[in-house]
């Protein structure tokens, strides 16, 4: 049998587990998972990942929520495993039914080697 890329990473998804979670700096949340690889999260980026079907539409998987409608400076307040697969954040604008599985939350990971295209800023700093 052979594994498209995909199914191999699938499957490499399910056996990962969240070893330790840190703040890496203000808004960004760090996990190191199992199997050694530090992950950085930014607290606005995962909310406007949520998961739930207030977020996203369950049906035509359409994203709901656009990510304007996530405040600037939306914070974590909680944080909660759910079984031995997934965590449950609850967001300072109250938003507490996302469920963020470990596969979903190891591909939405920003690190440089998993994102090392980032959105390109402007280079030039000048106002005028
Ligand atoms: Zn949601
Ligand atoms: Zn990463």
Not at 14 to 40: C, F, Q, S, T, Y
Not at 41 to 49: A, I
Not at 109 to 116: E, K, L
Request: proline content about 7%; overall charge neutral.
């Amino acid at each position: 049998m052979i594994l498209s890329e995909k199914e191999r990473g699938d499957m490499t998804a399910a056996v990962l587990e969240p070893k330790d979670m840190a703040w890496l700096e203000k808004g960004v949340l760090g996990i190191e998972w199992n199997d050694g690889h530090k992950a950085r999260y930014p607290v606005r980026y995962l909310r406007q990942q949520c998961p739930c079907a207030a977020c996203v539409d369950e049906w035509s998987g359409a994203r709901r929520l656009q990510p304007d409608d996530v405040p600037l400076l939306i914070m974590l307040q909680d944080v909660q495993p759910v079984g031995r697969y997934a965590l449950q954040f609850t967001w300072s604008d109250g938003h507490d039914t996302g469920i963020y599985s470990y596969a979903l939350l190891r591909k939405l990971c920003q690190c440089d080697i998993c994102q090392p295209v980032k959105p390109v800023e402007p280079k030039s700093r000048r106002l005028m």
